[in-house]
């Protein structure tokens, strides 16, 4: 599904992307693009997010 229309970008291009990215911009730069209208960014932001919950689910504890 296409998220950034302006860069014609789709989740899982920018899922990829957001793995260990800090911020949307890094997303934007690893696809070899920038934001334009900005309307995606509240969901590129909610990507990272997932991919981190996710990539933080997937480390081993410490502890164990
Ligand atoms: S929809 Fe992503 S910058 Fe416009």
Known sequence: ???CICN???DK???AASS???TVADVFRRCGSRPQCGKC???VAQIIEDVRAMEDDQLPLAAE
């Open 1 to 3: 599904m296409y998220i």
């Open 8 to 10: 014609a970008l789709k």
């Open 13 to 15: 291009e920018l899922a």
């Open 20 to 22: 260990n990215a800090r």
């Open 41 to 43: 960014l509240p969901d």
